[in-house]
């Protein structure tokens, strides 16, 4: 077992460059398999969740090159199989776009229900709607998901929810259609606009992205051959962004798009940090104690329910009591638990979580819920006075690359180790 070692406090003060977003790697690799050719990705995060995906592609007879830390080249002229391996789809989220890909490409596929964080009920409803109005039959039994299509043929689809993954993965199954799909009520997340781009690069007709209605005419093929390079992660930019206040430190963060940063900047400087924004840097520091906010997750462009743990620890040392309302899971707030080990006065009742600030926060062993939860908690740590152990990694390298390397490389004392 591993776990990391983090002595603190310290101010985390230096440069850090942002990778790839994960949530857009996941979904533009399971989209070359629309594509008869090759192409290579650039930028992409070098994390367990890519790794997975790329199993999960050539389990499916994609070949997959490797051009270094950051890129991969995929090869998809020859799909060999429309039965994705259950053990790997059931083990992270994305899998799910194996589905909208693999309906396009070769009308049917059979895929593991989706797994990944534990953040209570995640439905795929909205999924399923939308292969069904394109003409797709959907069957999910004993954990497995089936989904076939003779023709599949473009509708207008009225998202009941707003969902990421679902705005997506209708639109990975609406390229190929015949004729035109509309998406409303979208999501409008970055990584949607960075998919639709990828799909356009590659010869799709998508128009919308990045507002809440996304019109797809379908094309009868795509083009191979082409290289992308994937839009960078406004989630792992404001996990820095919000450690820079935690720790009461200085960070200058590189190769960002501080356009997709602005509700986490909106609740920094409300909490008396600075904020210097040069468009594709943004600098933060913050040298007083926070003050209380209140903070409700939204889909983009709100606050994103990704950095809400994050920001629970800027509010735990905070002066006075605030409040975060989760919109989006029902159960995100299981890391309060865990920094009320290290000293935080947390109540969480269900959606809500009322944070009465503490001065200080101290070391202690803590374990890491979910994704998001182990990044608060390495942030926690690098605030607290004396020495955290967080444990359960394997959630935190699903999606940071060598989260200890750089925290170490801005000033925190921190190790893996183990036992
Ligand atoms: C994606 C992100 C995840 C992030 C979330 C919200 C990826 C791989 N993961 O997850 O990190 O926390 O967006 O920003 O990109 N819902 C339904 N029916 C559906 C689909 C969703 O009711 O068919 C509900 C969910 O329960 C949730 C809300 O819609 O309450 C948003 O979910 P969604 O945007 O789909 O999240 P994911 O795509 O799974």
């Known amino acids: 077992m591993e776990k990391l070692v983090i002595k603190g406090p310290t101010p985390l003060k230096g440069e850090v460059v942002i990778n790839g977003a994960k949530n857009a790697a996941v979904a533009i690799l399971p989209a070359t398999l629309l594509i008869d050719g090759i192409c290579t990705i650039d930028n992409l995060p070098n994390i367990s969740d890519v790794n997975i995906c790329c199993q999960i592609l050539e389990a499916l007879g994609a070949k997959i090159t490797r051009n270094g830390k950051h890129s991969i080249t995929v090869d998809s002229r020859n799909?060999?199989?429309?039965?994705?391996?259950?053990?790997?789809?059931?083990?992270?989220?994305?899998?799910?776009?194996?589905?909208?890909?693999?309906?396009s490409r070769m009308g049917e596929i059979e895929v593991g229900m989706p797994g990944g964080c534990k953040l209570g009920a995640r439905p795929i409803d909205q999924h399923i709607k939308g292969f069904e109005a394109l003409g797709a039959v959907v069957d999910t039994g004993k954990g497995v998901i089936s989904a076939k299509a003779d023709e599949l043929v473009g509708n207008t689809i009225y998202m009941d929810v707003v969902s990421v993954g679902a705005t997506i993965n209708v639109m990975l199954s609406a390229v190929l259609a015949k004729g035109t799909t509309v998406i409303d009520n979208a999501a409008k997340e970055p990584h949607i606009v960075d998919v639709a781009n990828f799909l356009n690069t590659m010869g799709a007709d998508i128009r919308g992205a990045g507002t809440d209605m996304i019109k797809i005419n379908g094309v009868e093929k795509l083009s191979g051959g082409a290289t992308y390079s994937v839009v960078p992660d406004q989630i792992e930019a404001g996990t820095f962004m919000l450690a820079a206040v935690a720790t009461k430190g200085d960070l200058l963060i590189k190769n960002c798009i501080t356009k997709h940063l602005e509700s986490i900047t909106a609740k920094i400087i409300e909490v008396g940090g600075q904020v210097e924004d040069f468009g594709d840097s943004i600098r933060v520091y913050c040298d007083q104690r926070p003050k209380k906010a209140s903070i409700k997750t939204l889909p983009y462009p709100g606050f994103p329910t990704d950095l809400q743990p994050q920001m629970g620890v800027v509010l735990s040392l905070a002066d006075g009591t605030s409040t975060i309302n989760e919109s989006i899971w029902e159960s995100r707030f299981q890391y309060t638990d865990e920094l009320n080990k290290m000293g935080a006065k947390i109540t969480a009742q269900g959606k809500s979580a009322f944070f009465e600030g503490v001065e200080k926060l101290y070391g202690?062993?803590?374990?890491?819920?979910?994704?998001?939860?182990?990044?608060?908690?390495?942030?926690?740590?690098?605030a607290a006075e004396g020495i955290t152990e967080v444990y359960n990694l394997e959630h935190i390298d699903r999606g940071y690359e060598d989260i200890e390397e750089r925290f170490r490389s801005i000033g925190a004392d921190i190790k893996r180790i183990s036992e």
Not at 364 to 382: F, K, M, Q
């Open 79 to 103: 799909i060999t199989t429309t039965k994705a391996p259950l053990d790997l789809t059931s083990k992270f989220r994305a899998s799910y776009y194996v589905i909208g890909a693999m309906l």
């Open 364 to 382: 202690a062993p803590v374990y890491s819920t979910d994704l998001r939860a182990g990044a608060a908690l390495i942030i926690a740590g690098t």
